[in-house]
């Protein structure tokens, strides 16, 4: 069962305003906090899981880290990431970063793992879109908004 503030913030979640707005918020406010806290917290989790993906620059070559909601699969063994970018209309800067690099980590729960990224494609992703429609139904707003396919990649302990 879902609860009012679950409910609330998955509505906002899918308007054009949040759109906007979180994108300049969210991350910031989840890399300070998390870097305060020597990687215990990070406050976007409270409605969704998150992890801090620490990838390599496609064309910088410089480290990258990007709180990001993730849906744990496999009893931890791997985890989708959605580039729904909030909706808007460009792919994020780290799907570009994962195409070129695939071996990145995560911070889970606040121990970094090694893992091998991998974007879905076909009946693969087609299974992972429901999954996940159904774990953030405010993804299918996200996807309506934009022209571009959400990519949707799926990280593998190595």
């Known amino acids: 069962m879902v609860g009012i503030g679950v409910r609330l913030v998955r509505k906002m979640s899918a308007t054009r305003t949040f759109a906007q707005v979180a994108p300049h918020v969210v991350p910031a406010l989840?890399?300070?906090?998390?870097?305060?806290?020597?990687?215990?917290?990070?406050?976007?989790?409270?409605?969704?899981?998150?992890?801090?993906?620490?990838?390599?620059?496609?064309?910088?070559?410089?480290?990258?880290h990007t709180p990001l909601a993730c849906m744990p699969e496999e009893g931890g063994r791997s985890w989708l990431l959605v580039g729904s970018n909030f909706g808007r209309t460009e792919h994020p800067a780290w799907t570009y970063n994962l195409l070129a690099r695939p071996e990145v980590s995560i911070n889970w729960r606040g121990r970094d793992i090694a893992v091998t990224a991998r974007l879905?494609?076909?009946?693969?992703?087609?299974?992972?879109?429901?999954?996940?429609?159904?774990?953030?139904?405010?993804y299918a707003a996200y996807q309506d908004r934009v022209a571009r396919r959400i990519r949707v990649f799926r990280l593998v302990r190595e």
């Open 120 to 138: 879905l494609e076909g009946e693969e992703r087609t299974a992972a879109w429901r999954a996940l429609l159904a774990f953030w139904p405010p």
């Open 30 to 64: 989840d890399r300070v906090v998390h870097r305060l806290t020597r990687g215990r917290v990070l406050p976007s989790t409270s409605m969704l899981p998150g992890a801090i993906l620490t990838s390599t620059g496609a064309r910088s070559g410089l480290p990258r």
